[in-house]
């Protein structure tokens, strides 16, 4: 049989991976916190892990693994796991598989609370160099013999840098580096993460996969391309027969299990019914940013549209290689007679406010929101400048969209 496309998988994916019960057409949601075991022999199998099956809800349970299934056939990886926010999901990772005098490699361009969660790690003695990693160069030149980890964001925000992925990829293979890779920019559908050799992505379900802005939710996959027998971290316990899994393995005990950032199941259905419709909205989503950014791009009150679909946008040419389509993030310098909040002020569907990836086309001045607590210096290294406004483009129609911004430019214009 042909291999079926991107959303019939996803649409069918509850009835193929998992079994919903008695017949029904959607997947219930499983609620139960323990577990009950005829044979308290099986029990017993479950906790030392030499049968599958759930004992505690803060480590698995139904519905956050229906989830995790939809998530790592999405990914073709070897396994995933899920966490309460993307944060969890981050911190989770990275304090369970690093150690105190560790060397990483981090992107410079990083959302503000990941910059903030490495301040933690580097208070814990994990030794960090930021690099631009639009450029494989300052990768080469931050390795240390004893760097164990590149960490980056496919496309990172608000400024819309694009990382050199598959030079990154290819430097950490050779390396025997590992590649963790933030994709919440751009999911499956837009970004084949196996192609540039990441090793494990982690993502905010909390943006496109939820996609309606009323669940929070983060994940971990592994693709299966790292050779986790090359990583020294990884614990006597945690190394099992199946090599494949002894990453996953550790960040589900230490990480998951152990600081407890659970995915609530409730919170796991909500994301998988509204990870059904990623590709309609994404589809959506990129081409009403591509088409708003071309038209902002020469409009007289716009100084800077900062797009990767555009021509101009210094990682162009990689991002076409990278992915299907742009993603859904543009930020803009308007011209310097108009004040950012003023023009916020002025719009009427585009809504103020923090969030990416809904449904809803939202606007943030950057500099003074969630970048304010990184201060002028970090900012500055990001290329983030005091008048930056952050535009995520939703699903409206295109039409209603460029009315909008016609009218707040005209408004202000009087
Ligand atoms: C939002 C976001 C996060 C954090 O996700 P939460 O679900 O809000 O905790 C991490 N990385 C990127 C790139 C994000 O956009």
Not at 333 to 348: G, K, Q, T, W, Y
Not at 356 to 380: H, K, M, Q
Request: proline share 2%.
């Amino acid at each position: 049989m042909a291999k079926r496309g991107f959303t019939t998988q996803l649409i069918h994916a509850d009835r193929q991976l998992n079994s919903p019960e008695f017949g029904g057409a959607h997947s219930s949601t499983t609620q139960s916190v323990l577990f009950e075991y005829q044979d308290a022999q099986e029990l017993v199998d479950v906790f030392q892990g030499k049968k599958l099956g759930h004992v505690y809800s803060r480590s698995s349970s139904g519905s956050v693994s229906a989830l995790q299934n939809m998530l790592n056939h999405m990914e073709s990886g070897v396994g995933a796991l899920c966490f309460a926010t993307g944060m969890a999901a981050i911190a989770s990772t990275l304090m369970a598989l690093l150690r105190g005098g560790d060397h990483i490699i981090v992107s410079q361009f990083l959302f503000g609370n990941t910059r903030s969660l490495m301040q933690t790690l580097e208070d814990f003695g994990v030794r960090i160099s930021y690099v631009d990693v639009t450029d494989i160069r300052n990768v080469v030149d931050a390795y240390a013999p004893d760097t164990k980890m590149v960490f980056c964001e496919t496309i990172a925000n608000p400024v819309t840098q694009v990382s050199d992925c598959e030079a990154i990829g290819k430097f950490c293979a050779e390396n025997k580096l590992l590649f963790v890779l933030d994709n919440t920019m751009t999911p499956a559908y837009l970004f084949d993460a196996k192609n540039v050799k990441a090793s494990l992505l982690v993502s905010s379900l909390t943006k496109y996969i939820g996609g309606h802005g009323n669940v929070l939710g983060g994940s971990v996959v592994d693709t299966g391309l790292f050779d986790w027998r090359n990583f020294d971290n990884i614990h006597a316990a945690y190394k099992g027969a199946d090599d494949s899994q002894w990453g996953l393995t550790q960040i589900k005990k230490r990480g998951l299990r152990d600081i407890g950032a659970t995915l609530a199941p409730d919170s796991a259905s909500r994301l998988s019914v509204g990870m059904e419709t990623l590709a309609l909205r994404l589809n959506k989503a990129c081409e009403n940013a591509l088409q708003l950014a071309t038209w902002l791009n020469s409009h007289s009150q716009v100084k800077q549209v900062f797009y990767p679909g555009l021509a101009e946008h210094p990682q162009h040419f990689i991002a076409r290689q990278l992915f299907s389509s742009f993603g859904a993030i543009l930020s803009l310098e308007l011209a310097d007679h108009i004040d950012p909040v003023a023009f916020l002020n002025e719009l009427n569907l585009v809504l103020s406010a923090t969030h990416l990836g809904d449904t809803r086309t939202l606007a943030l001045p950057v500099a003074s929101t969630i970048f304010y607590e990184n201060g002028p210096e970090a900012r500055a290294a990001m290329g983030i400048s005091d008048t930056m406004i952050r535009f995520s483009i939703g699903i409206e129609d295109i039409d209603d969209l460029i009315a909008d911004f016609t009218q707040a430019f005209n408004q202000l214009g009087k």
